[in-house]
């Protein structure tokens, strides 16, 4: 596709409940990252995949939050029993390749309000 | 520890002004350091440098780097109404990004 595109961009739940959060990247872009950004923060990284391989998964805050990219393309990001604290934007963004010289392209990021 | 800190947090300017943004770093490993700004929600690509005292240009946006004393600044000249937002700087590690929790600026007419 022309850029990042996510999915929904707007998520109300309530405390308790399941969501799952769409990222699809640029074609061809092998490097994926998940981002979280609470108000007035920059993003907080959470996990990134090369191609299908999850390579880094440090930043995910609990065992609720999982995030899988099965065929290297698009990536969902799950959070189960959302709380009150996971409210926030969840940015993904894309690059070709990983490495120097590279730069993070973003998509318009999912609001998730927990109530 | 790897950290990224900018200043000032916000910074609120007249039309016309010129502002200059901050940006440390501290990482392992550094390869690059990337200004982006975030009107909305999708930041979006100003600059990417990775050698020291190389300016880059953008219309009157401007940025340099310091490897020694790991820091950047990003420059914005005649500053206009268009450039309110929340300016982010990122520090790239290779495989990972490390951001700044930005500084927002707000321009008045």
């Known amino acids: 596709g022309a850029g990042v595109s996510q999915s929904p961009r707007y998520k109300v739940a309530k405390r308790g409940q399941d969501v799952a959060l769409r990222c699809d990247p640029i074609s061809g872009h092998v490097s994926l990252f998940w981002y979280q950004q609470a108000l007035g923060q920059g993003p907080e990284f959470l996990t990134y995949?090369?191609?299908?391989?999850?390579?880094?998964k440090s930043g995910l805050p609990s065992d609720r939050f999982f995030a899988e990219r099965p065929e290297g393309s698009v990536s969902t990001l799950k959070i189960q029993r959302t709380q009150q604290e996971d409210s926030a934007v969840y940015l993904c963004a894309s690059s070709s390749r990983a490495g120097v010289g590279e730069k993070l392209f973003f998509g318009s990021g999912t609001q998730l309000s927990v109530l | 520890e790897d950290k990224v800190v900018q200043s000032p947090l916000s910074l609120v300017v007249h039309e016309g002004d010129t502002v200059t943004l901050n940006c440390s770093y501290e990482v392992t490993n550094f390869r690059s350091l990337l200004w982006y700004k975030q009107e909305k929600k999708a930041p979006t690509f100003l600059f990417m440098l990775t050698s020291s005292g190389i300016e880059k240009k953008s219309g009157r946006l401007s940025s340099i780097l310091d490897k020694k004393e790991l820091f950047s600044i990003l420059n914005i000249t005649a500053t206009q109404t268009g450039d309110s937002a929340i300016y982010l700087c990122?520090?790239?590690?290779?495989?990972?990004?490390?951001f700044g929790t930005g500084t927002s600026l707000t321009v008045i007419p």
């Open positions: 995949f090369q191609n299908e391989a999850q390579l880094d």
């Open positions: 990122a520090a790239n590690t290779g495989n990972q990004f490390y």
